[in-house]
């Protein structure tokens, strides 16, 4: 379905659905049901000309009429609109020879043959009481746009708060990874990713990124007071969110994917996004065309630009407002653990960063959390079991910004 025909469908008040979201205990996720609103014109009603693919008007009970008429609340979730698509890419060369329809996809050579490659897939929501600051959501490395819409014990993601709070959603799956994973070719990196052409084994990480992402310190062990969830189920559903990449990581061609997909939000919603990223996507992020951004909120991204490159002074004369988060077990980390040292380096770079963006006149905001009084995050504070309260803390910073 074209994407700007939906749209307008939504400006017209042609179409308005109800999302009814409630916190289950399974780890499954979120429990959801559609109800379309009863009030709404039809395209006679408006003296419109009438066409099949049209909404049309759908009765509903007084009880269900009395939730439309209501705004969101922590229980009430109204979605206006939601979709699909994808953004940049490219379209191979054709397969040397001549395409034979007659064999089709039985000619194995595949000659004539193109593919669409290298681009991002988006999906998006947008909520009935939008306040036009829409949110893209950029996963980091060994994930995908799951992380962001539920928690591993079924809980609502920043996905679902943030859009309670009137804030769009549009969710990424960067290039060569989960439902943007067509590429030309396969992935080489047989030192990250779990799969390589170069690798005949299987390369298995569940324990290493458990470690490195400091919810613990040997999987199934929790560091105290950690707000991971806690129990064998949340532990499963979380490490099978783990996605590898189809084709190498490219960070330049992913910026420029990212590059479009902010675009496309633009031409959508008619207001600049909010990125919001996470480990290797803040890497990605810095790299992202600015003319569409109106902040960042990078959730401890793995590494922040360099003071005067290219990266810094771009994000310094388009003046984006900057806020990087970090958790817990940070200082108070295990000593001993390799990571340790690694995550106070990306901390401290991050807060030598943000000295030099504001004296330069920027605006920069670096947040450890316990210096909060929030404690017990690891690298995924999103998932875990305090992530409103973060969520609210990050509201509070676009709220002082003219973000809301």
């Known amino acids: 379905m074209n994407k700007r025909y939906i749209f307008t469908a939504l400006l017209a008040g042609l179409l308005t659905v109800s999302v009814l979201t409630g916190c289950g205990n399974e780890a499954a996720g979120t429990t959801q049901e559609a109800v379309t609103d009863s009030k709404q014109e039809t395209a006679a009603d408006a003296g ?3 066409r099949e693919d049209e909404p049309q008007n759908v009765s509903v009970d007084a009880e269900q009429e009395t939730l439309m008429e209501k705004e969101n609340t922590d229980d009430v979730l109204m979605i206006a609109q939601q979709g699909m698509f994808s953004s940049g890419g490219i379209v191979t060369e054709p397969v040397e020879g001549e395409y034979d329809p007659t064999s089709n996809w039985l000619d194995a050579s595949r000659a004539g043959n193109t593919a669409h490659v290298d681009h991002a897939n988006v999906f998006y929501q947008i909520p009935v009481n939008d306040n036009g600051n829409p949110i893209v959501y950029l996963h980091g490395y060994g994930q995908s746009r799951m992380g962001w819409m539920t928690t591993p014990d079924g809980r609502e993601g920043w996905s679902d708060l943030f859009l309670k709070k009137g804030y769009a959603a549009f969710l990424v799956d960067q290039p060569r990874r989960g439902e943007a994973g067509a590429t030309s070719s396969m992935t080489a990196d047989g030192f990250l990713d779990v799969w390589a052409e170069d690798s005949k084994d299987y390369k298995p990480g569940d324990q290493a990124w458990y470690t490195h992402f400091r919810i613990g310190r040997v999987a ?4 105290e007071g950690s707000q991971f969830p806690e129990g064998d189920a949340a532990q499963d559903q979380f490490f099978r969110q783990m996605t590898p990449n189809t084709g190498n990581f490219d960070q330049a061609l992913d ?3 990212l590059g479009a997909v902010m675009e496309d939000v633009y031409e959508m919603t008619g207001n600049k996004a909010v990125f919001v990223t996470h480990s290797q996507g803040g890497a990605v992020g810095w790299d992202v065309p600015v003319e569409n951004i109106s902040a960042i909120v990078a959730i401890e991204p ?7 490159s290219e990266q810094y002074q771009k994000l310094l004369e388009a003046g984006i407002p900057i806020t990087i988060y970090f958790g817990d077990y940070i200082d108070n980390g295990p000593e001993d653990i390799m990571s340790t040292g690694f995550w106070q380096a990306v901390r401290d770079g991050a807060i030598q960063f943000a000295e030099s963006y504001n004296s330069d006149g920027g605006d920069c ?3 450890y959390l316990p210096d909060e009084g929030i404690t017990g995050n690891s690298h995924f504070m ?3 079991l305090n992530n ?3 969520a609210d803390h990050i509201a509070a910073w676009l709220e002082e910004r003219g973000l809301h």
Do not use: C, H, L, N
Request: hydrophobic share 30%.
């Open 382 to 384: 999103f998932q875990e």
């Open 302 to 308: 793995g590494g922040t630009p360099e003071p005067g």
């Open 255 to 257: 910026a420029a994917a």
């Open 365 to 367: 905001t670096v947040v």
């Open 220 to 223: 199934p062990e929790r560091y």
């Open 388 to 390: 409103d309260v973060i």
């Open 48 to 50: 419109q000309s009438t």
